[in-house]
């Protein structure tokens, strides 16, 4: 197992599912660890831990969340930018301008703020920096019923591929990571919506009685390889987790 103790991790949205099994995962590993999501997240307490609240629609909290984890910890070796929303779930002709709006403020602009506070963090300091924007399958793929979430990862994908151009000679690698289908609480909405809403939503069903997920635990794995075991790169900007089923 790769030693990544006080390497220094911000995870955004990490209160509960993939961002708090990958808080987990890096504070057993003796990594710094500091999360957000809009109310503190309720992790371990201690020295190699912040939490703080911050919705990653406000560029200046998302700044303040940098600027917080450097005085603490010196310096960011990896930023997942993980927060995301799903809905508004329904076919675009009934989404209101507003609920639009606030799935894209989430999903592109809070992906934008925490790529842009890392970015000029990594260029204010020597060596190299890790950013992974967390992507879906759905960045490449329709879904009936999922108009702003499959617009909104694609944007994901071509944003990091951007910042990777841009800033790679600079010492950043960039990645969008689909995770895979994991049972949190975004799975249990998407099961809960009716056809009308979302026409796949038997398929979702279907793999929760198939257990088909992949574990939290072999999602944070994946991600902390791609970050940091030198053997595992992955060698494309926009990557897709394989299933831990497969
Ligand atoms: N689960 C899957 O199968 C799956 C598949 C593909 C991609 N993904 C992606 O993986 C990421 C995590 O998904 P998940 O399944 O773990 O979702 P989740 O269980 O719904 O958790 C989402 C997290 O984001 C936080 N969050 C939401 N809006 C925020 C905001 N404006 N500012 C700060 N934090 C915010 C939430 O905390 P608060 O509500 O307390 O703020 C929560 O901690 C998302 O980007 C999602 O699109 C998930």
């Not at 606030?102 to 950013?131: C, D, Q, Y």
């Not at 944070?220 to 897709?240: G, H, I, S």
Request: aromatic residues 6%; contains cysteine; charged residues 25%.
């Amino acid at each position: 197992m790769m030693d990544l103790a006080g390497k220094v991790v911000v995870i955004t949205g990490a209160s509960r599912g993939i961002g708090a099994g990958l808080a987990k995962e890096c504070i057993a590993r003796g990594m710094k660890v500091s999360v957000c999501a809009r109310s503190v997240p309720d992790v371990d307490k201690g020295d190699n831990i912040l939490a703080i609240a911050a919705d990653v629609v406000d560029a200046a909290a998302v700044q303040s969340l940098a600027d917080q984890t450097i005085d603490k910890f010196g310096q960011i070796d990896l930023w997942v930018n993980n927060a995301g929303v799903l809905p508004p779930i329904s076919p675009l002709r009934d989404c209101s301008t507003s609920d639009m709006l606030a799935h894209l403020n989430v999903n592109i602009m809070g992906v934008f703020h925490g790529t842009k506070s890392f970015v000029n963090h990594v260029r204010s300091r020597p060596g190299e920096g890790v950013l992974i924007n967390i992507s879906s399958g759905a960045s490449t793929s329709a879904y009936e019923g999922w108009g702003a979430y499959c617009a909104s990862k694609a944007a994901v994908d071509r944003l990091t591929e951007v910042v990777d151009l841009e800033e790679k000679d600079e010492g950043l690698r960039a990645y969008a990571i689909a995770p895979g289908i994991i049972d949190t609480d975004m799975q249990s909405l998407i099961r809960g919506c009716d056809e009308t809403q979302f026409p796949m939503v038997e398929k979702f069903r279907e793999l929760k009685r198939d257990k088909a997920f992949s574990s939290l635990e072999f999602v944070a794995r994946e991600l902390l390889k791609a970050a940091f075991d030198q053997d595992n790169r992955p060698e494309t900007v926009c990557v897709r987790l394989p299933s831990e089923n497969d």
